[in-house]
């Protein structure tokens, strides 16, 4: 019986005990975040306050100070060597990371982590083999999804195709294919091969292209000009139109050759049928200029300036007045003739200002078309049809 009254009183009795051991823990706790944070040299918040100022520089130094003081932290010293980086002080940037490495305290994750950093100095260096030799010894790791993303950055950079396949390859999963810019290096491959009048691989690697993405506009291109080269108009007609059903914007890149594919099967009449066919369903294609010059090949002046005409009022723009102002010019009584002329020369100049090429990306803008963006290195980007900017 007085076994039972023990048990039942002891929780009781030692309730102040445990509320002590709790009341001692807070405090021990407290004391040592209080520690901790009075043994933070000011310069960390001093290089801390600079970032924010995006002073890097002087970020940089109230770093490099902090770490005179704390040489043997880890995260710091990474810390700077990144921020030497990203002032385009490569060899600082390697020294600090290498330093790093060289530590016997840096092992396993963080030894992985010192040697990514240092192969993105490399790279930043100019030094594209040695980084890239450090990004294939990082494939086995935790690091190996970062490794392949700057390997196939870099592989891309070497326009070394084969690589960045078989990299993007690797890197494909649910969330992200990487088919869409696979696709996009098999036709580097067959444009490659097509300058070289290597027809069958240029063919192989198109339909690559094609498998790995179906809605590859730039493939049916190269298909029909490899058809158009080997004398198969009527494979090439059948593989620019497949264009259409892709993307329509990208007709106008394929306009004046779908046109000598037909003048090639005895159908010129026809060829600019399909075209005009095109502008007047579609009419932001940029196909006014070919429309014109072909039909004043077949049709004469007065026909070609009619058909330019039409099309220009259904859908005016920059460069269709400048072509409707041409057309124009002839007919004015002279009185007016010099006015317009002035005028179309006014509408030429901003035209070769305002009107050409964007990447819907990084809005950088060219006269030229370019598949890869060379700012943002984005593919297929480019508007296929030069617009107002």
Known sequence: MENEIWILLLPIILLPVFFAMGWFAARVDMKTVLKQAKTVPGGFYKSLDALVDRNSGKAARELAEVIDQQPQSYDLNLTLGKLYRQRGENDKAINMHQALLDSPDTVGDKRERVLFELGLNYQSAGLVDRAEQIFTGLQNGNMAKEARQVLLSIYQQDRDWEKAIETAQLLSHDEQTYQFE??????????????????DTARRHVHNALNANKKCTRANMILGDIEQKQGHYAAAVEAYTAIEKQNH??????????????DALGKPQEGLSVLIGYMQTFPQLDLINVIYDKS???????????????????????????????????????????DADMMRAIVGRQLQKAVMYRCRNCHFKSQVFF?????????????????EV
């Open 182 to 199: 696979i696709a996009q290096f098999y036709c580097e491959l067959a444009q490659a091969a097509l300058f070289q009048s290597d027809f």
């Open 296 to 338: 004043l090949l077949l049709n004469g002046e007065a026909a070609a300036n009619q058909t330019a005409v039409d099309l220009v009022r259904k859908k005016p723009d920059l460069s269709g007045v400048y072509r409707l102002l041409g057309l124009q010019l002839s007919g004015l009584h002279p009185e007016w003739k010099a």
């Open 371 to 387: 598949w890869h963006c060379p700012a943002c290195n984005k593919w297929e980007t480019f508007t296929p049809n030069r617009i």
């Open 249 to 262: 914007a990208y007709l106008s890149m394929v306009g004046e050759r779908l046109y000598d594919a037909y």
